[in-house]
């Protein structure tokens, strides 16, 4: 493993005012995405609408370091004939890969998932490297409900994001860490507080373990946020406060940065809750984003599948990458937004 390059890598995706586009929907989450807007899911239109954003120079060349590809995505070719990873590259950006295999029942954890992929990760990583790629992304999912998460759960989930960030390194890639405690339940802050510490604290446990160096990961948490049952929103200033807290006990110096998913919160207050923590400021990590779905709800509405709609979507695209780079360095204002709507 060369660390200096592993590092260097790290940097880049959370470099001042970038952050990455996580377009790395597997086929049955972008057809879900596409029903909602009435587009049929095909390789040409999964195809269509990824070159679309990679072709929107503004938001790519400026505010995106890096873009999380679905395998599918990594092997195409754009219109002309253009390998997709050639655009991201050609825009300054890092070409990135999902390499987990989706989430798949606990055995002895009912409701509970276990994230997969580790089988012949070894053999798949050389592969996207030779292809561009220099970062990887594995997602585990944590739901809070009645009962759970267990800490079966927790720390099974825990070292298979450490397992494969070892991998990672040993193959010259920057693993993303993605512990992701869903929003999806009825729980107040403070549960989201715990379940998450719990998470983040066991995943550093088991990084330590499989001996990853963390000067060469990003980590990619949720903020702390009621479940989107909850009967009250809380303040940004107050997400902010709890989410640094958090981050501070739980995310050693080392790591270069972390960049955030959006989790299901609206565009605004994912752009909000980041722009309100960078403005604390003396943090010991860079705090970007790492959004899919609050890029791309904008560009998905504005295309609806249609070619005469490409130039707005990339509008609607590069407004969204803009504000959240603005964000990453605390500079964001809500007149922003409503000056361009
Ligand atoms: C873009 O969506 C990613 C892939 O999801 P599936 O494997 O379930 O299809 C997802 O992992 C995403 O990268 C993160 O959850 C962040 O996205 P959001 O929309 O939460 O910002």
Redesign the pocket.
């Known amino acids: 493993m060369n660390l200096a390059e592993l590092n260097a890598v790290a940097e880049a995706m959370v470099a001042p005012g970038r952050g990455i586009l996580?377009?790395?929907?597997?086929s049955?989450?972008?057809r879900k995405r596409f029903e909602a807007i009435g587009v049929e899911a095909s390789e040409d239109t999964r195809r269509d609408y990824r070159e679309l954003l990679l072709r929107t120079g503004e938001a790519m060349s400026k505010y995106i370091s890096g873009v999380?590809l679905?395998d599918e995505t990594i092997w195409q070719k754009a219109k002309d004939g253009t390998p997709l990873v050639a655009l991201i590259k050609q825009a300054g950006a890092l070409p990135g890969i999902?390499v987990?295999e989706?989430a798949k029942p606990l055995p002895g954890c009912p409701g509970e998932l276990i994230t997969m992929g580790l089988d012949r990760l070894a053999e798949r990583l050389p592969k996207y490297y030779d292809h561009g790629a220099r970062f990887a992304?594995w997602?585990a999912v944590i739901d809070i409900g009645e009962g759970i998460p267990s800490d079966t759960a927790i720390r099974t989930n825990a070292h298979a994001l450490a397992r494969y960030a070892a991998l990672c390194q040993a193959a010259r890639i920057v693993p993303i860490v993605?512990p992701?405690v869903l929003m999806d339940g009825g729980h107040d802050m403070a549960r989201c507080y715990e379940v998450t510490q719990f998470a983040l604290k066991q995943t550093f446990h088991e990084l330590y373990l499989q001996r990853v160096a963390l000067e060469g990961i990003v980590l990619?948490p949720n903020m702390v946020v009621a479940g989107k049952k909850f009967s009250t929103r809380a303040p940004v200033a107050q997400v902010a406060e709890m989410t640094l807290r958090l981050l501070k006990a739980c995310v050693p110096a080392a790591v270069p940065g972390i960049a955030f998913?959006?989790?299901?919160q609206s565009d605004e207050e994912?752009t909000a809750h980041l722009d309100a923590m960078n403005r604390c400021g003396g943090l010991p990590w860079k705090l970007t984003f790492?959004?899919?779905?609050?890029?791309?709800a904008a560009p998905q509405q504005a295309w609806r599948g249609r070619s005469e709609n490409v130039a707005t979507a990339q509008r609607a695209f590069a407004h969204r990458a803009r504000m959240n780079s603005l964000a990453a360095l605390g500079q964001w204002k809500m007149d922003l937004e409503k000056k361009a709507a």
Do not use: F, H, M
């Open positions: 996580a377009a790395d929907e597997s049955g989450t972008i999380i679905y999902k987990d989706g992304k997602r993605e992701e990619k998913l959006s989790g299901g994912a790492s959004y899919g779905r609050a890029l791309q």
